[in-house]
Every structure is written in C-alpha cells, then in structure tokens.
Nanobody, 121 residues
Framework: VQLQASGGGLVQAGGTLRLSCAAS????????MGWYRQAPGKARDLVAT???????NYADSVKGRFTISRDSANNTVFLQMNSLKPEDTGVYYC????????????????WGRGTQVTVSS
C-alpha cells in the first residue's frame, strides 16, 4: 500500500492550490484520510481530516479557507486551499488509515512522501 500526493507548488499570498493524494495497492478498506503539514523547524501538525462517512475536522488556522474532500471509489483525498497565507508554507503530508488485504482485524496508518507548498508574501 502506498500514498502518492501531488499538487504542491509556489503561490502568492491570497492564491489557491489543490492537493491530491491517492492510495493504491492491495487495499481492503480505507478509513479516515487526512492532511498534515510541517513548517521548517516545527512539528508536523494536523490540517484536516475526513472520515469514511465524509465527516470533516479542521485546524482552527485553516477553517473557512481550506476544504477537504474525498473520492472513496478511487481512494483519493483532496485539499482545496484558498486565501493562502505565508504561514501556510510547509511540507504537506497525506495520511490514511487503511486495512490492507489479508489483515483480518485492525488497520495501519500510512503516510505519503509529502509535497511542498510555498506561499510568498
């Protein structure tokens, strides 16, 4: 099982970006999916999560600006980022709670490699 993220880049303050992350491999079920970010010299923090029933949760700093969504049929999660600020700069990692084929109970946490988002002032 692997997660492949894409969509990062350089944008001016006030701009928009859309991140995508697709899970692939021998998957039985994808549960919660989410995005985290890590700014230089800081810990990795939660940005947004979405459950298999599409319930969402956001960090206070992104509420009203970012929207998380998913395409469950294709095991893909998206992050629409609007009104970007320089403090949104960082490496964005996707995360998914997945039960792979062959695992009878439980699930594992998987992480994508990360995609760089840079917002210039």
């Amino acid at each position: 099982v692997q997660l492949q993220a894409s969509g990062g880049g350089l944008v001016q303050a006030g701009g928009t970006l859309r991140l995508s992350c697709a899970a692939s491999g021998e998957i039985f079920r994808v549960n919660d999916m989410g995005w985290y970010r890590q700014a230089p010299g800081k810990a990795r923090d939660l940005v947004a999560t979405i459950t298999s029933s599409a319930s969402t949760n956001y960090a206070d700093s992104v509420k009203g600006r970012f929207t998380i969504s998913r395409d469950s049929a294709n095991n893909t999660v998206f992050l629409q980022m609007n009104s970007l600020k320089p403090e949104d700069t960082g490496v964005y990692y996707c995360n998914a709670d997945i039960r792979p084929l062959g695992l009878i109970v439980g699930s594992y946490q998987y992480w994508g490699r990360g995609t760089q988002v840079t917002v210039s002032s």
